[in-house]
């Protein structure tokens, strides 16, 4: 238990660092909600002088004031509402936002291994629904809380004020309210991780469907999409259901345990030397003050399910926050490398697999030449260019460029030197134009992206468009074919003008008269530049300089294309299939 409340008022601590900066907002909070307290525990007050002065006749200017008192307590407590509400509102949306914009800044520098083992369903319910668990717990429960609080505070002082004796019966129920709060704000917060990774769940399900809407539709496989989902949705329910169980028995425990106060004051009262002390302004003032308790006890306990959840929520957003960044600590940034590629004994293995994805892989590119990489699927060809970029650190061995091990450059400024189209091409919901100069701001001229969109073979499907250049693609690029996204990654590599280009079976969801366009595209683009193609047809790269065949993580031939088709070897042996099958 004590391991929980150390790890809530860290937590706490962290989240309040949030909203250091909003001090106008939190002050305005708080003196809506003091006021609020303040104005409530007047208006109780207020019966001891009218039963006392006013209805009995000892004063009757407090009968001819009461309805004026009225009006401007009411109105006095709208305002103070108003206030608390809107100000601790301000506070947690800027809270959320800057939780929001941390974690997504976050993940962006996160390493490519981190995203092989978090579904982008449980990324995306962090950013969502923790965030807006957070959004409560920041506005509307902390209101609750420190509002409702301060009205008990203020009740439990006035009834102190007015009889000690029967206050002091509350104090004995205090400790046992304090007890039975507490074991509940253990099971809510527990519950409160439980909902978020279930809730991971219904968000990993519905963008696995609607990513691969056509496959369902195809294979038939609605029944079991709707299975899946109706599984996951039934565990959100069922821990739902657990929370509002645990908040529907603590209340009426709390309410019972104050009532047995309120119960035994009424007890006491009976007794004439107890009598004998109250007026009878003062014994409704203080049966009113405990019955005005149940409200803001109830209120307090209710909102201790919301702050659970976001206290809960707020764990689960520091852990992404606290997780390790990629590693950049080069210092020697260069402008433009030459791009002279050298692999040294490289040996690389991906976390949970015992295989070895590259085992002692050698081999050099000088400046300007270009290397293909050939060989069975999952062989280590992607591995070596993921490698060269720094998507996975970790490696034994040594990469350098122009001498220079990968690792003594910034990260920023490795990448720059490379331009990378993958088979996997991923658009933004955005422009053809955008797309194509991604991330460069006003660096390249109009001209310069049709100049590069021309040179991949991109303008002739582009001016069908009516927007031509302007036409928003989509998400994905959903609007274009296989080819069309293929040659837009291509245009953006070629505006790009890195001296290391990487092509990653950049050709192969292009049909065969595309595929001879671009392929003259990228032979011009080659020249002057270090090349790495990883090919599957062995046809779009008999003008490599040099010829790779990796197999199990292993580099096992290597020489031109004229060398190897007449060895009797695996290059040999595709080369034969490929031709029979073309």
Not at 191 to 207: D, F, K, P, R
Not at 563 to 578: P, R, V
Request: aromatic content about 8%; glycine content about 8%; charged content about 20%.
């Amino acid at each position: 238990m004590t391991h929980t409340t150390n790890s809530s008022l860290v937590t706490f601590k962290r989240l309040i660092s949030y909203v250091k900066d909003k001090k106008l907002g939190i002050f305005g909070g708080i003196l809506g909600m003091l006021g609020y307290a303040a104005v409530d525990a007047t208006f109780i007050y207020s019966l001891k002088p009218l039963l006392d002065e006013g209805l009995t006749g000892k004063n009757p200017d407090v009968l001819t004031f009461m309805p004026i008192f009225v009006l401007i307590i009411i109105s006095a407590r709208g305002l103070a509402a108003f206030l608390s509400s809107y100000c601790m509102a301000w506070v947690g949306n800027h809270v959320v936002m800057k939780l929001q914009r941390a974690v997504f800044n976050h993940l962006m520098q996160m390493p490519v291994a981190f995203f092989d083992k978090n579904s982008t369903g449980d990324l995306l319910s962090k950013i969502t629904y923790d965030c807006n668990q957070v959004a409560n717990a920041a506005s509307n429960s902390l209101v609750s809380i420190f509002r409702e609080g301060a009205m008990v505070v203020a009740l439990l002082t006035m009834m102190f004020y007015q009889s000690w004796q029967l206050s002091l019966i509350f104090f004995v129920v205090g400790p046992l309210v304090g007890f039975v709060i507490n074991k509940v704000s253990k099971r809510f917060r527990g519950l409160g991780h439980q909902i978020q990774a279930a809730m991971g769940s219904v968000t990993t399900s519905s963008e696995q469907m609607l990513k691969g809407h056509k496959e369902v539709l195809m294979f038939g496989g609605q029944q079991v999409e709707q299975d899946k989902f109706a599984q996951v949705s039934n565990k959100v329910r069922r821990q739902n259901m657990k929370m509002i169980s645990a908040q529907a028995i603590s209340v009426p425990v709390i309410q019972f345990l104050a009532s047995m106060a309120l119960a035994f004051v009424l007890y006491l009262a009976t007794f004439p030397q107890v009598m004998d002390t109250l007026t009878p302004g003062t014994f409704t003032l203080i049966i009113s003050a405990m019955f005005a308790l149940m409200k803001p006890i109830k209120a307090i306990t209710q909102v201790n399910n919301e702050i659970q959840k976001g206290l809960a929520a707020c764990d689960s957003l520091f852990a992404i926050l606290d997780s390790d960044l990629e590693k950049n600590s080069g210092t020697k940034a260069i402008a433009k490398v030459k791009g002279d590629i050298e692999f040294k004994h490289v040996r690389f293995g991906y976390d949970g697999k015992e295989k070895l994805a590259l085992n002692d892989v050698s081999f050099t590119v000088p400046a300007g030449k270009t290397v293909a990489l050939v060989g069975r699927s999952g062989s280590g060809k992607s591995t070596i260019a993921a490698i060269l970029t720094r998507f996975y650190d970790g490696i034994e061995g040594e990469v350098t460029i122009d001498g220079q091990s990968i690792y003594d450059f910034p990260l920023d400024n490795l990448r720059s030197q490379m331009a990378y189209v993958s088979q996997k091409v991923h658009l933004f919901d955005d422009t053809i134009a955008n797309n194509i100069a991604y991330a460069t701001g006003d660096k390249y001229s109009r001209e310069q992206i049709i100049a590069a969109a021309r040179t991949a073979n991109a303008m002739e499907f582009i001016e069908q468009f009516p927007d031509g250049l302007d036409t928003m693609v989509g998400e994905d690029g959903v609007m274009l074919s296989g080819g069309q996204r293929q040659r837009i990654a291509i245009a953006r590599a070629l505006l790009r003008d890195a001296p290391i280009l990487i092509l990653d079976e950049a050709t192969s969801a292009l049909d065969t008269e595309s595929e001879r366009h671009i392929q003259s595209a990228l032979e011009a683009l080659q020249k002057n530049r270090t090349s790495i193609v990883i090919a599957h047809r062995l046809s779009t790269i008999e003008n490599a300089d040099q010829i790779l065949v990796v197999d199990q993580g292993q580099v096992i031939e290597q020489g031109t294309h004229q060398t190897l088709s007449q060895k009797d070897g695996i290059y040999a042996n595709l080369l034969k299939m490929q031709t029979s099958a073309g």
